[in-house]
């Protein structure tokens, strides 16, 4: 994630699984995301808005994005985390998985350089 300022953040989101619901990464385009509350995280988060015809994307802290069917851990459903670095983390049952790191510093961070504003989200392809 990159903001107009230039401020940048590792990302993490599902792999593409035709934007079915708690197994897919949202489809690529252009969304707007606006605070409201989060009664799983019980804080505000952004969500993105229009997210053709999925509901409670947010952007919040995890590490695991993995592809459940395949069986791997997996802490989104959907949205998308900030992290500070790319690694491996063990996922509590012995097992190394690739995650991103420090995605609570990370979501902090991002919330405070965003001030609160609605933004304008482009999700592209991975690089």
Known sequence: MILEGGQEW?????????????????????????????????RYLYHL???NGRHAI??????????VT??????????VAP??????LNRGDGVKQKAVLRSIDALNQFMAATGGADLDIEIGAAS
């Open 70 to 79: 395949l069986g791997w851990k997996s802490q989104l459903h959907g949205c």
């Open 49 to 51: 808005r229009d997210a």
């Open 83 to 88: 992290g500070l670095g790319i690694g491996e």
């Open 10 to 42: 590792d990302c993490l989101e599902l792999p593409w699984r035709n934007n079915q619901n708690g197994l897919s990464c949202v489809s690529l385009g252009n969304y707007t995301a606006a605070l409201a509350w989060s009664d799983h995280f019980g």
């Open 58 to 67: 947010e952007i919040h802290n995890a590490n695991f994005a993995g592809d």
